[in-house]
């Protein structure tokens, strides 16, 4: 992972457990497992997650429902339309992590369940300085609370193809979007018309 994600520096030979992060390489899908396995561990350990919009498949939405410990808000009238807000690590495969003690060694992460390896800069792990993971808690924080219209995957000016409704197959421009519906712009017999769809009966052309 190169410095260009966010602003890892060389790790200071005497940091303080206040004022840097340690910066952890995680497996495949596997952030909140190894989140589990470390917090368990008694580090304190942070994994941003970035708020997206995706309109689930009918099986997977069944499953997401009634998964324990798994949240997604719904937006739109029906199950068959709804547009779930679903969570994602915000830089995949990376988490940060800090010791909460100063006699608590680094060396244990590496070994940790779901954890691939800690980022190195030569010899010593690189370090992340507190201040910049309170700017990325800020940004997931302002992600967290954006409306729907705000993050929607789909935006003014965005080509669209219509499914699910007598227009199925046709193509139309994004004029608004709105909590629960997308106005298009269309060209019919020749004249612009509005309409106004739900977010399930939309796709990427």
Same mark, same amino acid.
């Given at each position: 992972?190169?410095?260009?994600?966010?602003?890892?520096?060389?790790?200071?030979?005497?940091?303080?457990l206040?004022?840097?992060?340690?910066?952890?390489?995680?497996?495949?899908?596997?952030?909140?497992?190894?989140?589990?396995?470390?917090?368990?561990?008694?580090?304190?350990?942070?994994?941003?997650?970035?708020?997206?919009?995706?309109?689930?498949?009918?099986?997977?939405?069944?499953?997401?429902?009634?998964?324990?410990g798994?949240?997604?808000?719904?937006?739109?009238?029906?199950?068959?339309?709804?547009?779930?807000?679903?969570?994602?690590? +915000?830089?995949p495969?990376?988490?940060?992590?800090?010791?909460?003690?100063?006699?608590?060694?680094?060396?244990?992460?590496?070994?940790t369940?779901?954890?691939?390896?800690?980022v190195m800069?030569?010899?010593?792990?690189?370090?992340?300085?507190?201040?910049?993971?309170?700017r990325?808690?800020?940004?997931?924080?302002?992600?967290?609370?954006?409306?729907?219209?705000?993050?929607?995957?789909?935006?003014?000016? +965005?080509t669209?193809q219509?499914?699910?409704?007598?227009?199925?197959g046709v193509?139309?421009?994004?004029?608004?979007?709105?909590?629960?519906?997308?106005?298009?712009?269309?060209?019919?017999?020749?004249?612009?018309q509005?309409?106004?769809?739900?977010?399930?009966?939309l796709?990427?052309?």
């Amino acid at each position: 992972m190169g410095a260009s994600h966010f602003d890892v520096v060389a790790a200071d030979p005497a940091p303080t457990l206040a004022t840097v992060w340690y910066v952890a390489h995680t497996k495949p899908r596997q952030e909140a497992v190894a989140l589990q396995q470390l917090q368990r561990q008694d580090f304190e350990v942070y994994l941003p997650l970035f708020k997206i919009y995706k309109k689930p498949r009918k099986a997977a939405a069944a499953r997401v429902a009634s998964a324990p410990g798994r949240t997604a808000a719904r937006s739109g009238p029906s199950p068959a339309t709804a547009v779930l807000a679903v969570h994602e690590p +915000m830089f995949p495969r990376y988490l940060f992590v800090r010791p909460t003690r100063p006699t608590q060694s680094l060396s244990v992460v590496r070994s940790t369940l779901g954890v691939s390896r800690l980022v190195m800069f030569g010899q010593q792990p690189a370090t992340l300085a507190d201040a910049a993971v309170q700017r990325i808690r800020q940004a997931e924080t302002l992600r967290e609370t954006a409306p729907l219209d705000a993050i929607s995957p789909f935006q003014p000016g +965005m080509t669209v193809q219509i499914q699910n409704s007598p227009l199925a197959g046709v193509q139309a421009l994004v004029h608004a979007v709105s909590k629960d519906r997308v106005t298009l712009l269309l060209n019919i017999l020749g004249r612009p018309q509005t309409v106004q769809v739900k977010f399930g009966q939309l796709v990427l052309p």
